[in-house]
């Protein structure tokens, strides 16, 4: 729990840093924000879950709906610390009528039926059967060793064995309070058991005890035994780390989710700007037969899109404001050559950083000869563009290949089921 309260704090800090720094570190604040509140929420869980619950009653199922088992974990002082116990919380009792019709049909069952694969009790070589209960589940069976060394409580013998002895097992046949026990005796090799276990024996005795009591509604739990103190705790499934892991989840989504959008701005700009190359190489080849030089043309086009703009009457285009960006840096004293190569590294495209090297070219050495470069420039870009609206047709086609063969399944079968119909008739 602390750890989990240790890794919330920080990404708090981290969160609150973040937000000081502004509005560019949005996306880390939130991940972060996330992931601490992920780190509180499994310090809650991980806190719920091992907290004490001192005196504790467990209430039992109605009649006819069977017992059931509860986990927990005891704290004893000076013997034990967080030892799990398992408890049974059998269901609400019958009327005594009912109990003996169930005990006497199971009395007959439970003989044949113990011995498992043994030949007989007297012999007894391989492991006990041990039903849990019988006449379909209307009968409990409990079963108690005089020494559990040498069979388990599942019957299991086991392989530690020194010497032949004798072992007392008791089944005890419980029908809603109704008892009958069945003994038999095998060999075994006798163990002692340690304090932990002995104590634990103790706690289940009473415990069993209290399971006899008829028409409780509740099992109330030992709080002492001998004088030592018990704390229970309810064994649960922590899902702390599984709160964590989810956040942390959900923080990776997010910030995948975020370069997914990044990457697509990307390429629907790339795809915009490379569209409208053919348009901009030909108004500049226009413009420069005309007479204009390239710098009165670049001007120009970037003031008739900026003007377009102001009046609304076109959407934005990224290769035009990139326009406008280097006639403005070329009026804050940018030099002419330095800002149309920087126009070419914006872009980031390969036709733009062409475009770039003949005007800077163009601007150099004089513009003779530039307006045949920049027509044929435009014939290339516009083949390039009816390339790319091919392409761009074909997978808009195959995206459509799968609806349009549903709706063809579903004409055949619309055509067909009744004419099969018919044919049955």
């Known amino acids: 729990m602390y750890w989990y309260m240790a890794g919330a704090v920080v990404c708090l800090l981290a969160a609150g840093k973040l937000h000081l720094r502004g509005v560019k570190k949005k996306k880390g604040m939130q991940i972060a924000l996330i992931l ?3 780190f509180l929420l499994a310090a809650l869980t991980s806190w719920a879950d091992s907290a004490e619950t001192g005196e504790k009653q467990v209430v039992r199922t109605a009649p006819g709906q069977g017992s059931q088992e509860k986990e927990f974990r005891i704290d004893v002082e000076g013997t034990l610390e967080n030892y799990p116990i398992t408890i049974e919380v059998e269901e609400r009792k019958l009327t005594k009528e009912q109990r003996q019709s169930c005990l006497e049909q199971a009395k007959q069952e439970l003989e044949w039926s113990l011995k498992g694969e043994n030949a007989s009790l007297d012999q007894v070589t391989r492991p006990l059967y ?12 409990s079963y108690q060793f005089s020494d559990y060394d040498i069979i388990n409580t599942d019957g299991q013998l086991q392989q530690d064995l020194e010497k032949p002895t004798l072992v007392e097992v008791t089944a005890e046949l419980i029908c809603q309070g109704e008892i009958c026990i069945y003994q038999i005796w095998v060999r ?8 932990q276990e002995q104590f634990v024996d103790k706690i289940k005795s009473i415990v069993f005890a209290e399971n006899q009591r008829e028409n409780a509604e509740c099992l ?47 390429e629907e700009q ?13 108004k500049l080849a226009l413009l420069l037969g005309a007479g204009m030089n390239i710098s009165n043309a670049w001007e120009r086009i970037a003031f008739t899109y900026r003007k377009n703009r102001e009046n609304k009457e076109i959407e934005l285009r990224y290769a035009y404001e990139e326009m406008l960006g280097t006639l403005y840096e070329i009026r804050d004293g940018v030099g002419e050559l330095q800002a149309y190569e920087n126009f070419g590294r914006r872009c980031q495209l390969g036709v733009y950083r062409r475009l770039s090297a003949l005007i800077i ?7 003779k000869g530039m307006q045949k470069l920049l027509e044929e420039e435009e014939w290339e870009a516009y083949e390039q563009r009816k390339v790319r609206a091919r392409q761009a047709g074909e997978e808009a086609g195959a995206k459509l290949l799968l609806p349009m063969g549903i709706m063809l399944v579903i004409v055949l079968v619309i055509l067909v089921v009744p004419a099969g119909m018919t044919l049955n008739f």
């Open 36 to 38: 601490a509140g992920g």
């Open 130 to 141: 041990l039903p849990e209960s019988l006449q379909e589940g209307a009968v409990e069976v």
């Open 188 to 195: 075994v090799v006798p163990r002692e058991k340690n304090q």
């Open 220 to 266: 109330t739990l030992p709080m002492d035994v001998e004088g030592i103190k018990i704390f229970w705790k309810e064994e649960t499934s922590s899902i702390s780390f599984l709160i964590l892991l989810l956040a942390a989840a959900l923080a990776v989504w997010l910030n995948v989710r975020e370069k997914e959008k990044e990457k697509q701005k990307r």
């Open 270 to 282: 790339a795809q915009q700007m490379l569209m409208d190359y053919s348009g901009i190489v030909g």
């Open 361 to 367: 070219q163009n601007v150099r050495k004089g513009s």
